[in-house]
């Protein structure tokens, strides 16, 4: 198990720029795949990226790509994400969580994660 603590969000206007961050403790870090995943009021939680355990490999959500970029310092347990051109269909509170190797199937597939942060709002206005 791992305790996660994402930071960096706010309110910032259409077309701007923020970065995330979540600190990871109380587990092996980079033996884990991390994912950002958003929920707006109203709609069901999505992943809007993720990146495997060594930072080689990345995914994205077909509405962030080109936008966001996820990276990871495994020698500080930390997980970023970089939020660009931002619009304000991607105000929604952001959980990082993190999935343990031994699971199976599509890394943008909330269930496959165990652990979850407490989120941070990040408010886009137009």
């Known amino acids: 198990q791992v305790q996660l603590v994402e930071s960096g969000g706010g309110l910032v206007q259409a077309g701007g720029s923020l970065r995330l961050s979540c600190a990871a403790s109380?587990?092996?870090?980079?033996?884990?795949?991390m994912g950002w995943f958003r929920q707006a009021p109203g709609k069901e939680r999505e992943c809007a990226a993720a990146i495997d355990r060594t930072g080689g490999t990345t995914y994205y959500a077909d509405s962030v790509k080109g936008r966001f970029t996820i990276s990871r310092d495994n020698a500080k347990n930390t997980v970023y994400l970089q939020m660009s051109s931002l619009k304000p269909e991607d105000t929604a509170v952001y959980y990082c969580?993190?999935?343990?190797?031994?699971?199976?199937?599509?890394?943008?597939?909330?269930?496959?994660?165990?652990?979850w942060g407490q989120g941070t709002q990040v408010t886009v206005s137009s």
């Open positions: 109380g587990g092996t870090f980079s033996s884990y795949t």
């Open positions: 969580a993190a999935r343990p190797r031994w699971k199976t199937g599509s890394y943008l597939a909330d269930y496959t994660y165990d652990d």
